[in-house]
C-alpha cells in the first residue's frame, strides 16, 4: 500500500508570493490533515478535510486555506508569503474516526525569502 | 481544551541503557494517546498508540508505553537504546474533548541522543 505522498518536497519563494502544496492521501483515507512544523512552535494543527469538506480549524491566518478533491488529495494554499511562513508542512491521512492514527507524508519544505 | 506536556526537551543515553521519555496529557475524558518519531527531514511515523483497550501498549522497534490514568501520563519507554533510536519523539493526543476526530495535538518534542 502506497503511502502519503507531498509534493514539492522543497520549494523556494519570495515574500509576497502565494504558494500550493500537495497531498495524496493513503488509498481509502478520507481525512487529510495538515501541519506547520517550526523549531520555535513546533507542529501545529492548520485544518483538516474530510469527503472534501473541512472539518476542523487550527488558528491560523486566512491566508492559509484548503481544499480536497473527490478523490481525497487535497491542496493546501497560502498567499501573500511571509518570511515567518518559512517551515515544514506536514500532511497527514486517516480514516477519519477518533482515536484512528494518521499517518503522515514526508513533508514539504517552504523557505520563505 | 486538550494538551500535552513533554517533559525535557533533550534526553541523552548511552547505548544499551533505558530510554525514558515522558509526557503528561490534560485531558477531561480518557483520551486517545499516541507517540510519534521523527528522523531528520522526514515526516512523523507512528510508534504505538493508546485506545483504552490496555494500560500498557507495545509498539515498534521495542517501544511501549503505559498509560496511568491516576498520573496523566503516557510515558514511553525502551529496555535498550540503539544507535538508531537517535530521532525526536513527539507524543499526541486527540479524542473528544477537544481535538476532534483529525485533529492531534503535539507536545513539543523530546530530541533523543544516543552515546556510543
Known amino acids: 500500500k502506497a503511502g502519503v505522498t507531498q509534493t514539492p518536497r522543497y520549494l523556494i519563494k519570495t515574500r509576497g508570493q502565494q504558494v500550493t502544496l500537495s497531498c495524496s492521501p493513503i488509498?481509502?483515507?478520507?481525512?487529510v490533515s495538515w501541519y506547520q512544523q517550526t523549531p520555535g512552535q513546533g507542529l501545529q494543527f492548520l485544518f483538516e478535510?474530510?469527503?472534501?469538506?473541512?472539518?476542523n480549524k487550527g488558528n491560523f491566518p486566512g491566508r492559509f486555506s484548503g481544499r480536497q478533491f473527490s478523490n481525497s488529495r487535497s491542496e493546501m494554499n497560502v498567499s501573500t508569503l511571509e518570511l515567518g511562513d518559512s517551515a515544514l508542512y506536514l500532511c497527514?491521512?486517516?480514516?477519519?474516526?477518533?482515536?484512528?492514527?494518521?499517518?503522515f507524508g514526508q513533508g514539504t519544505r517552504l523557505t520563505v525569502v | 481544551a486538550q494538551s500535552v506536556t513533554q517533559l525535557g526537551s533533550h534526553v541523552s543515553v548511552s547505548e544499551g541503557a533505558l530510554v525514558l521519555l515522558r509526557c503528561n496529557y490534560s485531558?477531561?475524558?480518557?483520551?486517545?494517546l499516541f507517540w510519534y518519531v521523527q528522523y531528520p527531514n522526514q515526516g512523523l511515523q507512528l510508534l504505538l498508540k493508546?485506545?483504552?483497550?490496555?494500560?500498557l501498549v507495545k509498539g515498534i522497534n521495542g517501544f511501549e508505553a503505559e498509560f496511568k490514568k491516576s498520573e496523566t501520563s503516557f510515558h514511553l519507554t525502551k529496555p535498550s537504546a540503539h544507535m538508531s533510536d537517535a530521532a525526536e519523539y513527539f507524543c499526541?493526543?486527540?479524542?473528544?474533548?477537544?481535538?476532534?476526530?483529525?485533529?492531534?495535538?503535539f507536545g513539543k518534542g523530546t530530541k533523543l541522543s544516543v552515546k556510543p
Open positions: 497527514a491521512s486517516s480514516l477519519g474516526q477518533v482515536g484512528t492514527e494518521a499517518f
Open positions: 488509498s481509502g483515507h478520507r481525512s
Open positions: 478535510y474530510f469527503s472534501e469538506t473541512q472539518r
Open positions: 485531558s477531561s475524558v480518557p483520551p486517545y
Open positions: 493508546y485506545t483504552s483497550a490496555a494500560t
Open positions: 499526541a493526543v486527540s479524542g473528544a474533548g477537544g481535538g476532534s476526530q483529525g485533529n492531534l495535538i
